[in-house]
């Protein structure tokens, strides 16, 4: 049983992390776009 | 297209826990593995969505390549990049099975092996967009990527090829399957079908923002030059 916990939190953990790495790129993206936007 | 995405967010969360339920709940105890077969549910609807993803990656690095389009490429990026994650979980529950199964967490066996080789061509698909500064970088990724992709029916069919340790497919191979851990097996399918496409999206869709904040910085350093001569 604990194998199969081990796996089901391992899969999330993968994708949340991802998700999380998507998330920051995205902030960082749009906080560019700000600061450009105000260069301009 | 904006609007959709929450939308179809909130759906597929919606069967992904409808999925889990099935796979934890409902599907019956395998007689001979016990609890530990259920990991089945999410490894192979995991290795069929990081295989979708990697076609979908080869698709477009053909077209990108006959038309130089830079959304296609961005659409190569994302695949490739989630096609990565989703085989990454292949690799990490594969092993986590084994264990109790096989008593070993890996062995060289064929299909491992091919998988493993699989997740590497892509992870330097990956480092090679993201370290290489030259101007010919998404034609030499997507030639790469036409490559990896041979190793696709490798894996696929290396279990009928070559005696492995991995075990043989119970559907189409003369196998019978409890009705609900059929109907279980096609949830999760279609459930981690469903969540790879919707990251995907949203990956190129970061993908396609990234390219307009370059655009935009170029054009800025651009009007900086010729207002300063």
Redesign the interface.
Known sequence: ?S??Y???I??WL??LT??GS?VR??NR?RR??GE?KN?? | MKRAFPILAILTVTLLAYATYQA?VVAPTERTMG??Q??FY??VA?AWTAGLLFFINFVASVVYLARRNQKVDALAVASAE?GV?FC??VL??GP??A??VWGIWWTWDMRLTLTLVLWLIYVSYLLLRRFSSSGQTPVMAAVLAIFGTLDMPLVYFSIWFFRTQHPQPVMGNGGSIDPHMLHAFFVNLIAFTC?GLL?CW??YR?EV??L??DE??AL?SLLEVRSSR
Request: hydrophobic share 55%.
């Open positions: 049983m194998y199969l081990a796996a089901y391992a899969t993968i994708h991802y998700i998507l790129r995205y993206l560019e776009i450009l260069r301009s | 934890l609890e530990v259920r990991i999410y490894h995991s989630v994650v990454t979980i990490v529950t986590i099975w264990r109790p969540f990251v949203a990956r970061l923002l990234r307009e904040v935009m910085q800025e």
